[in-house]
């Protein structure tokens, strides 16, 4: 479903992807590891048009998207930093996405699970960390899309809106959906993904089934198996 | 895009600077042409406050308001919308809303109480600046990724356009006095856009007086009405190019 073929983008001295080859198939969830730095975001960036590689392609089902814009009606994403107009209020951000994006059918799961109707009042200004994230969230899910791209989604959340936020992830995987998560917390990956993409320097260390990767190891626990990869020095 | 342009300039209205200078322009026109006898003189005095307060708002006001915005233009590029329709509504919001600020603080009182033809000429050369400077200001925004660099080189090219300019051009004269200057003095006076609309409202004034070396140069060279009509399309041309500078930018920044 969305393929990167051969990306490079530098800024400045630092080579952030070099030659990134990954293809990811429709309803897979996949997660992309790797340590502070490799280039994670950046990927996920140029996926979305806001970083513009400096060579290579990348197809979403198919057809380049360099320089096109309507696939990203399919893609939801949610930023490790969010950035808001400070002065809206959340329900005034949530009826400009509406207004501004074309739907057939919106999914207010999130919205309800996280009370946010409670809250539309307040301006994004004056939100902590973690509700913004979990308004991030909610737009991300909100347009039903065929993709979701998933930055660091339980960083900041509480344990209880992290567990809801992970069971409509899996929900979602069931539902065909392709999901691209990156997170430093292996442990919550456990049971939601079925790929590893592993990056490091901007390059792709490998991009494994968990299950192979499992038998691989000798480990069950994700964290386990990315620890002896890295002890043995990669694969 | 409408929808777009719809927030910008509902978002700007919300914001008190704007009505503030929209009722500052109003204050000043009123006064100039309510206390003043003569009508030449009280356009002359608000002609200078267009090309100097106008050029100064329009572009250090669209420059703050872009930096405040990038949240608001980051959250839109990661949806289904064309980068080059995204800065062309802000663009437009803001023009719009100045442009609002402007005929209702100056435009309405001299229709009102003047009315001339030298009024509306007035009116069309704020308006023209009014585009110009914020168009700048885009550029200037989407070049510079820091927001205090971004609002020192507004700063800048202000005090460029309307102060360092003549000071640039007398010097030159004198330095070069012995040779013929007519034709670069005419280049010289298409490269900055305060000192063509100086040049339209003078040339139509006939006050060659203050019409400085570039507008005397303007008028021997083309006439008064040819060297309007020149004037008029380098205005044009100011509006188009910084714009679509900033868009060919915008299409390939990473944010």
Known sequence: MIRFTNI????????????????FPASKSVALIGPNGSGKTTLIKS????VVPDKGDITFKDSSILGSCDYRANIGYMPQISSYPENMTISQVMEMMKDIRQYNKLDEDLVKAFKLPQLAGKPMR???GGTRQKVSACLAFLFNPEVLVLDEPTAGLDPVASGILQDKILQETKNGKLVLITSHILSELDDLVDEVAYLQDGKVQFHKQVAALQAETGEQKLVRAMARVMENGGL | MKKIIKYVVL??????????YTVLLLVVSMLLLCLTDNGTKALLSLLNIVLIVLPLVSIIFSTIYYYNASAFI????????RRTKILLSVYVGLALSLLIAFCVGVG???????????????IVVGMALTVIFSALAILGSVIMRDKARGIGVAILSWFYFSLLYDGLVLFLLFQFSDYPLEKPAVVMGALNPIDLGRIIVLLRLDS????????AVFASFF????????????????????????LRRFNRKDL
């Open chain 1, 8 to 23: 490079y983008k530098r800024f400045g001295r630092l080579q952030a992807l070099d030659n990134i080859n990954l293809s």
């Open chain 1, 47 to 50: 996926l979305l048009g806001m």
């Open chain 1, 126 to 128: 004056t939100l902590s």
């Open chain 2, 11 to 20: 978002d700007i209205l919300r914001n008190r600077i704007l009505v503030s």
């Open chain 2, 74 to 81: 980051e959250l839109l590029v990661c949806q289904p919308l």
């Open chain 2, 108 to 122: 309405v009182p001299l229709l009102i109480f003047d009315g001339s033809i030298t009024a509306v000429l007035l």
């Open chain 2, 208 to 215: 060659a007086a203050m019409m400085g070396y570039t507008g």
């Open chain 2, 223 to 246: 006439g008064s009405v040819g060297g309007m009509l020149t004037a008029f399309v380098l205005l044009l041309i100011w509006m188009g190019w910084p714009l679509c500078w900033a």
